[in-house]
């Protein structure tokens, strides 16, 4: 998703500079979590997964908007014309829920 710095890796115990949180496939966890660093301050994080995910995140993507937190969410994966993973992977209506959410700003390229 072309968000990675090359000044910075994975925060983990070894290498607690990182500024990479890995969260597995846990997209509402991941939301929520970021959520929880924006209201604590100081941060601002953003998290990534594809488009069609995140329908599972949207109970905390919907907080973040309504709770105006900085939060940025960078969705991949997004074309219909993806094709390997057929119909599961293609959100076709996933771009409109999230643009009928208020407080919420879509921007697709």
């Known amino acids: 998703n072309l968000t990675a710095l090359a000044c910075s890796g994975d925060y983990q115990r070894s290498t607690p500079g990182g500024r990479y949180l890995r969260f597995g496939v846990r997209e509402h966890g991941m939301a929520a979590i970021c959520n929880g660093l924006h209201a604590y301050g100081g941060f601002r994080p953003f998290c990534a997964t594809f488009l069609n995910f995140a329908g ?36 076709v209506e996933m771009m409109e829920s999230l643009r009928a959410t208020p407080n919420l700003d879509v921007h697709r390229p």
Do not use: N, W
């Open 56 to 91: 599972y995140a949207m109970g905390a993507v919907r907080l973040s908007a309504l709770s105006k937190f900085g939060v940025i969410y960078v969705m991949t994966h997004d074309s219909i014309g993806l094709g390997e993973d057929g119909p599961t992977h293609q959100p």
